[in-house]
């Protein structure tokens, strides 16, 4: 069984730093605190549509999990990013001055077995750390041309509709959805059946889809299809294997919601769900809920939207493949 142990990070911050010393994963979780503080919650729209999800420009690969809200936070005009050394590379430089954003990927190391274990097979198990970068967007890099946003204006409701109906349909494995026999939505484990109330008695297609998209992202946890332990373990309303449950169903929910442009304002938000969350984010042996709810969420969108799944845990050999 693999450890999942925190590394120290290179200096997340500045394009020529010295070290931070501070925990990746504190530091992803104090950045989403950050703007629950302010209102804003990351995961609500992950990013902006007229601009498209954050891409590597030197690998040409979508960010995933956690680094999709770190990135979509910074509100950037180009989908673009690279790090300082891969600027280099390609001939440009990041201008001076500028602030870079945050990004963590996981790497591997060999974990070495007791002696016993040694002198007997040579058997060495693999171990798992987090380490964290700086990236620089387009906008903030000079001398290399980048492609101009593949803007996509937003989509009228009725087509909107459409898209969100098509992937409930298309996805694989998809648990039986019964309609307006509850006034809650929820899902069962136990039966594997998703209830929701009549389209009707939602105030547009956007909530009724994006509180589907939710129930849909629970079932993904089921033993058949992902066994996600924050499903199969469940604690019961308000526990902690619930609550990270939650998290993963709020994340997925919004990763599918953007392929059909279904999104929930981020601004506009209860102040009991606020404070909810930072609530639960602030206890401090909870500092990898972020990281870990965020790919998990990655993984049951995909399944959802019958994609083949990424890479979320890639081996880091060096700054230049952040």
């Not at 380490?131 to 409701?157: D, K, M, W």
């Amino acid at each position: 069984m693999s450890t999942l142990k925190a590394r120290k990070a290179p200096n997340q911050w500045q394009a020529t730093g010295k070290p931070d010393r501070s925990d990746p994963y504190q530091q992803v979780t104090d950045l989403i605190l950050e703007h629950l503080e302010k209102g804003v919650v990351p995961w609500r729209r992950p990013w902006n549509r007229e601009v498209g999800r954050p891409c590597n420009f030197q690998s040409g690969k979508d960010y995933q999990g956690a680094n999709v809200f770190l990135l979509g936070c910074r509100f950037a005009a180009s989908p673009w990013w690279m790090t300082y050394r891969q600027a280099l590379e390609r001939g440009g430089h990041v201008r001076k001055g500028e602030r870079g954003a945050l990004v963590v990927k996981f790497g591997t190391f060999k974990l070495k077995e007791p002696e016993q274990a040694r002198r007997d097979d040579a058997k060495q198990r693999q171990g798992m750390f987090l380490r964290g970068y700086t990236v620089f967007n387009a906008t903030q890099i000079e001398g290399i041309h980048f492609p101009e946003a593949a803007s996509s204006p937003a989509l009228p409701s009725d087509q909107r509709n459409a898209i969100a109906e098509s992937i409930v349909k298309s996805m694989p494995q998809c648990p039986v959805i019964h309609q307006g026999r509850s006034t809650q939505a929820r899902y069962s484990p136990k039966r594997d059946e998703v209830e929701m109330p009549a389209f009707g008695r939602f105030e547009s297609g956007d909530a009724y889809y994006g509180t589907l998209f939710h129930e849909l992202a629970h079932a993904t946890g089921h033993p058949t299809r992902l066994n996600r332990d924050s499903l199969t373990k469940h604690d019961g309303f308000g526990g902690q294997v619930y609550s990270q449950e939650e998290l993963v169903a709020e994340m997925a929910a919004a990763f599918v919601g953007m392929e059909a442009d279904i999104v929930k304002d981020q601004h506009e938000q209860s102040a009991a769900y606020l404070s909810g969350w930072l609530n639960v984010l602030k206890a401090k042996d909870h500092r990898r809920w972020i990281v870990q709810a965020a790919g998990q969420a990655s993984r049951a969108a995909e399944f959802i939207l019958d994609k083949a799944e990424t890479d979320h845990e890639p081996v880091i050999d060096g700054e230049e493949e952040s």
